[in-house]
């Protein structure tokens, strides 16, 4: 498709002046998203895993709370950014909180993916199961329609661990 352009705007007699590579782009986001899930799970796993199991737990008996949760407390987090930003003192607290948000949120996604990998993967471990649920998120990354449904199992995920947080 890229080639498409370039070809179009040679015939114009102008050069593009700038090559934009779609697949790298796609692949990287996709390489990126299955890195942060694998290494955050595997944190969680190492580092906290009553934690990682009380996370499961709520996804599994309460999804689409948990979804609904997600969502709604994303639209808040977006609405309440925006409002700090028209401020000028709002900005400084913009940017942790838009980390903090991102971390939850990866956290959140990572136990939704390693539960998925284990529903489709019976292991002894965490470690394949936590592989196939980083490997379904990047391949989901990889296009729209899968960006979506990645989006709502993360949403489900972040929902989650706020709903712990929070009560």
């Known amino acids: ?6 070809v179009l705007a040679q015939a114009m007699g102008e050069g593009p002046g700038f090559n934009i590579d779609i697949q ?3 692949g990287g986001g996709a390489f990126g998203v299955f890195l942060t899930t694998l290494l ?3 944190l969680l796993v190492a ?5 990682t199991d009380r996370m499961k737990r709520s996804l599994t008996e ?28 709002g900005i400084f607290v ?4 838009a980390i903090t948000a991102y971390v939850l949120w990866a956290v959140g996604s990572a136990i939704a993916f390693l539960l998925i990998g284990e529903r489709i993967v019976d292991a002894e471990d965490w470690k ?8 379904i998120n990047g391949a989901l990354a990889l296009t729209g329609i899968g960006g979506l449904v990645s989006f709502c199992i993360g949403a489900a995920g972040f929902g989650a661990v706020l709903r712990d947080l929070l009560a």
Do not use: C, Q
Not at 94 to 97: A, E, G, N, S, T
């Open 128 to 135: 394949l199961p936590l592989l196939v649920g980083a490997a």
């Open 40 to 42: 955050v799970g595997a």
């Open 47 to 51: 580092l906290a895993p009553a934690y």
């Open 24 to 26: 790298l782009g796609l």
């Open 62 to 89: 309460e999804p689409i709370d948990s979804f609904i949760y997600g969502v709604l407390a994303l639209v808040g987090l977006i609405l309440v950014t925006f409002l700090l930003v028209l401020t000028i003192i």
């Open 1 to 6: 498709m890229n080639k498409a352009f370039v």
């Open 94 to 97: 913009v940017v942790p909180l």
